[in-house]
């Protein structure tokens, strides 16, 4: 049995959303949230598998919950679903922490099956935000590396594996996966070994980094 929490400021969606899932086996709803706040509360008492988040809600929104629930060092999923797939709303969101990132129209089938991958801690993409996510990585940006994207790359110089670096950032290996992507895209390098180099050529690590 998959627990869900299900986590938008709008009635509506939180009642549909509900109503799918309470009839589908092998999932439970074990309560909703309307708001950020509200969705890191309630996943530290109701201790969910999957959390549905939407991102624009007023008060804690959805990133910075993501982010409290990391910090919290909570085991549930993360599984963004909302109507946005910019780069300034995934980016943000999967460094936090999301496991996956599904719109709002995405048919039922394949939300049963993203929340089923999510459980598992696979990493869940609308083809859309997964088509975004490539063209970030085949189009090297000039801007620089996130905070996040240098703690993952100290963690990898000091000879970390991705599953190590997860744990110790309160991430999922899937987004340590991401960040990396980002980071070759960053630095124009094909691997670790090269975007390592490259940030030690460019003085972005020190020796003794981590």
């Known amino acids: 049995m998959i627990g869900l929490l299900v986590v938008d400021d709008h009635p509506v969606v939180r009642d549909g959303l509900c109503s799918m899932f309470a009839r589908e086996p092998g999932f439970g709803v074990l309560g909703e949230a309307a708001d950020g706040a509200e969705a890191v509360r309630l996943a530290a008492t109701l201790r969910p598998d999957v959390i549905l988040m939407d991102l624009r809600m007023p008060g804690m929104d959805g990133v910075a919950a993501i982010s409290e629930l990391a910090r ?3 085991t549930a999923r993360v599984l963004v679903l909302t109507t946005y797939d910019t780069d300034s709303h995934v ?3 999967i460094e936090a922490g999301a ?3 599904l719109l709002k129209d995405a048919p039922r089938a394949e939300l049963l099956r993203a929340v089923t991958a999510a459980a598992r801690g696979e990493a869940v993409l609308a ?3 997964a088509a975004a996510l490539m063209n970030r990585v085949r189009t090297p940006e000039a801007g620089p590396l996130s905070r996040r994207e240098l703690e993952v790359l100290e963690l990898v110089a000091a000879g970390n594996t991705n599953r190590d670096a997860a744990a110790k950032l309160f991430i999922t290996e899937a987004t340590v996966k991401t960040h ?3 980071i070759y895209g960053k630095l124009g390098v094909g691997d670790r070994a090269a975007a ?6 460019r003085g972005l690590l020190a020796p003794g980094s981590r």
């Open 72 to 74: 919290q060092g909570s």
């Open 91 to 93: 980016l943000p969101a």
């Open 99 to 101: 496991t996956g990132y």
């Open 127 to 129: 083809p859309s935000v």
């Open 180 to 182: 990396l992507l980002n």
């Open 196 to 201: 390592v180099a490259e940030a030690f050529r």
